[in-house]
């Protein structure tokens, strides 16, 4: 089903009915959301999973100033779920520098020491990551409201 197609409110209906998902009948504006914000968070996976910061990362398939501004607000939504978790991460990541700190601190072997202070660069270079995906949305943002 395409989101600019307009259907009736029954048809709409009978669609969620007929694959199990139960709603109280919706208005078609409503409904057109919900499928975007679907559409757009799993149906064509503009956000993909990156195991290394462990948060979803937008990969979208077009230029941001070709999409709807319907496709934008829903991908901006979502994008602020995971924007929110973020700085909790950052934390997470702070502490395991904090206990590898502490264990290199103790470490006598060399070749151990060196692999605890990679592993803290490593976890250094992902905070700084996320600290640039946090402020990728407030970019988008100022050039929404300057545009």
Same mark, same amino acid.
């Given at each position: ?14 669609? /969620?009915?007929?694959?199990?998902? &139960?709603?109280?009948? /919706? ?10 914000? *679907? ?6 996976? +503009? &956000? ?10 937008? +990969?979208?398939?077009?230029? *941001? ?14 994008? $602020? =779920?995971?924007?929110? =978790? ?5 934390? @997470? ?8 700190? @502490?264990? /290199?601190?103790? $470490? $006598?072997?060399?070749? +151990?020491?060196?692999? /605890?202070?990679?592993?803290? @660069?490593?976890? @250094? ?15 988008? $943002? ?6």
């Amino acid at each position: 089903m395409r989101t600019d197609e307009l259907i009736t409110s029954d048809q709409c209906h009978s669609w /969620l009915m007929k694959y199990g998902i &139960f709603v109280p009948k /919706l208005d078609l504006y409503l409904l057109k959301w919900y499928i975007i914000c *679907w559409r757009f968070t799993m149906g064509n996976h +503009v &956000f993909k999973l990156d195991a290394r910061l462990g948060i979803e990362l937008p +990969v979208l398939g077009t230029d *941001w100033e070709r999409l709807s501004v319907e496709e934008r607000s829903a991908i901006l939504e979502y994008w $602020e =779920t995971i924007r929110g =978790t973020i700085p909790d991460r950052i934390f @997470a990541l702070e502490r395991l520098i904090n206990k590898l700190q @502490a264990r /290199l601190n103790e $470490e $006598e072997d060399f070749d +151990v020491s060196c692999k /605890l202070n990679s592993d803290i @660069a490593e976890q @250094a270079s992902r905070i700084n990551d996320l600290h640039i995906w946090y402020r990728v949305n407030q970019e988008i $943002e100022t050039r929404r409201h300057s545009g």
